[in-house]
């Protein structure tokens, strides 16, 4: 009895050692994540995220942040960086589009882990009489140079409204501010922004004032356009906004940023280990910023986003009751797409080698279309 007791104590204690390791071993030492530049909501966000992992888990975070989505999606692929805290560049990614539509790009397996919602919306000057998306026919429209993350989301909204950019007088900005300040300054009559852009609420205390265009969820029809071009929003209310008064919501499309993203083949028990971590810590970064309350796990962690959910992510929402049937066919469908997507890639690669950059992206654009036409 006496050795018996020594060894089952020695065997607790062994057992004991053995969780508290795994335990310790649920998430890596040191993590290498990218994000948007210094100042940007993304940076602060992944901030919050890591300083929490930090104080919980005493997990190192290196955060390397980047002002392009090449520069931001480059070490995740080149095995540099563990996550990717993204915009829609993530969708550009797995779809081989704008940037990413050359020879040396193409489509590319990434998942998501999990992504806030961020409501957008047409955003107009209050004297353009532009009260729906469809008033915005003939209209100056404000676009962004060489920022086709903002500008393919206003081109679906305007289908929304059944426009397109013919419909409507593109006038663009060289950056995202001065197309913000565009309508204060009457050279522009809307834009495509969220709601909490700084210069809006220079615009509704503006002379013009400021005007929501609704996207109505049950707008079938509506929707049905918008997500044609890009498939990644869904409808959403928003509560907070410049000009908005207290108590009233607008309704807008809701897409996510940042997308917290990593490989295909990043191991499932990692990110299980990952999105458990983000959803334990929520409580202490969850004040970090005024839009971190968004990454509790029933919004993040459900679609549509940019890209399909990592299976690792899949297991933890399922445990927690969070992932869905709907949720599941979502995934499939677009982990169908992406997969088409990268297999076309791979014979109009060996079959348009010759053509110039410009032809090459043209042509490749229009194969895209072709495929995604197919799979609908």
Request: with cysteine; aromatic share 10%.
């Amino acid at each position: 009895m006496k050795t018996s007791f020594k060894l089952g104590a020695t065997a607790g204690a062994l057992m004991a050692l053995g969780a508290t390791a795994l335990s310790a071993q649920e998430l890596p030492d040191t993590m290498v994540w990218t994000s948007y530049d210094v100042g940007s909501a993304g940076y602060a966000e992944a901030s919050a995220i890591a300083d929490a992992f930090g104080k919980e888990f005493g997990t190192r975070v290196r955060i390397q942040p980047s002002g392009s989505g090449i520069g931001r999606l480059q070490p995740l692929l080149q095995g540099r960086a563990d996550y990717a805290f993204l915009a829609t560049e993530a969708f550009f990614m797995a779809e081989g589009a704008f940037d990413f539509a050359t020879p040396e790009w193409g489509p590319r397996a990434l998942r998501a882990v999990a992504g806030r919602p961020a409501g957008i919306t047409l955003i107009a000057a209050g004297d353009a009489g532009i009260n729906t998306v469809a008033d915005a026919r003939g209209k100056r429209i404000a676009f962004v140079a060489g920022n086709p993350s903002v500008n393919v989301k206003c081109e679906a909204i305007l289908a929304f409204g059944g426009l397109t950019l013919d419909d409507v007088e593109v006038v663009t900005f060289p950056t995202y501010s001065s197309a913000m300040a565009s309508m204060t300054r009457n050279e522009s009559d809307a834009t495509c922004t969220t709601p909490t852009t700084s210069q809006l609420y220079e615009l509704a205390e503006s002379p013009r004032g400021i005007q929501y265009a609704p996207l109505d969820a049950d707008n079938t029809e509506g929707w049905e356009a918008l997500l044609k071009i890009l498939p990644i929003m869904g409808p959403s209310e928003e509560d907070v906004a410049a000009g908005l008064p207290e108590g009233e919501v607008a309704k807008m499309a809701a897409y996510r940023y940042p997308v917290i993203t990593t490989t295909v083949d990043k191991s499932a028990d990692e990110v299980y280990a990952f999105i458990k971590a983000l959803d334990e810590t929520y409580d202490i970064y969850k004040d970090g910023t005024a839009a971190m309350s968004r990454w509790t796990l029933e919004k993040s962690g459900r679609p549509a986003i940019d890209v399909p959910f990592h299976e690792g992510a899949v297991r933890y929402l399922k445990e927690k009751g969070i992932w869905t049937a709907e949720d599941d066919a979502w995934n499939a469908k677009r982990t169908e797409r992406m997969n088409a997507l990268m297999a076309a890639w791979e014979t109009f690669k060996a079959e348009n080698a010759d053509l110039s950059e410009e032809d090459y992206a043209a042509a490749w654009m229009t194969r895209r279309d072709e495929v995604v036409a197919g799979l609908n």
